[in-house]
């Protein structure tokens, strides 16, 4: 069974760092390209980001509003992507979710269950 | 960017009833679309890819349709576990990959 578990979320004051963690399970981590999908209090979803399996580059692609600032990278050997979070802001604030994406495609076939992150003073 | 817009951004049904919400893109994105059901404090559940194409263990009651910039998700006979919120993704072009605004099924 497919599993993806995110943590680390919590409560950050603005321009903090916070970086967020998802441990997989149930499927061959490496092949994956992995994703991270955010939404705001009572808002519609966000992509942020993801990262490509190391056979196509494990590169990486991040929306507009957290390049620069948001890191995503991966350790295959450990079945764990991560989210760097740095220099955050209020409008950060959001329940995050780690998601598989189905092959090299650009949709998420597995969602974690999410980790609030609160920027507030 | 790629704006996906959906509509209605809620509508109130019965169980049993038939549902249709649609879904338009900003620009031509063939078939890269995927549709999400969406219940209060969970994630997001895939429902249907390239448009069409049923995810495994979804029920047959679901049904999507569309190619280029209009695209639709029917429910056939709405039953009381599909009551949430459904959303719209294309994956045509990135960054970003870009979500409608979402919509509301709401109990009648």
């Known amino acids: 069974e497919v599993q993806l578990v995110e943590s680390g979320g919590g409560l950050v004051q603005p321009g903090r760092s916070l970086r967020l963690s998802c441990t997989a399970s149930?499927?061959?981590?490496?092949?994956?390209?992995m994703s991270w999908v955010r939404q705001a209090p009572g808002k519609g979803l966000e992509w942020v980001g993801f990262i490509r399996s190391k056979a196509y580059g494990g590169t990486t692609e991040y929306a507009a509003s957290v390049k620069g600032r948001f890191t995503i990278s991966r350790d295959d050997s450990k079945s764990i992507a991560y989210l760097q979070m740095n220099s955050l802001k209020t409008e950060d604030t959001a329940v995050y979710y780690c998601t598989r994406n189905r092959g090299v495609m650009g949709y998420f076939d597995y969602w974690g269950q999410g980790t609030l992150v609160t920027v507030s003073s | 960017a790629i704006r996906m817009t959906q509509s209605p951004s809620s509508l109130s049904a019965s169980t049993g009833d038939r549902v249709t919400i649609t879904c338009r893109a900003s620009q031509g994105i063939s078939s890269y679309l995927a549709w999400y059901q969406q219940k209060p404090g969970k994630a997001p559940k895939l429902l249907i890819y390239?448009?069409?194409t049923l995810q495994s263990g979804v029920p047959s009651r679901f049904s999507g349709s569309g190619s280029g910039t209009d695209f639709t998700l029917t429910i056939s006979c709405l039953q009381s576990e599909d009551f949430a919120t459904y959303y719209c993704q294309q994956y045509y072009s990135y960054p970003p990959w870009t979500f409608g605004q979402g919509t509301k099924v709401e109990i009648k």
């Open positions: 390239a448009a069409s």
């Open positions: 149930g499927f061959t981590f490496g092949d994956y390209a």
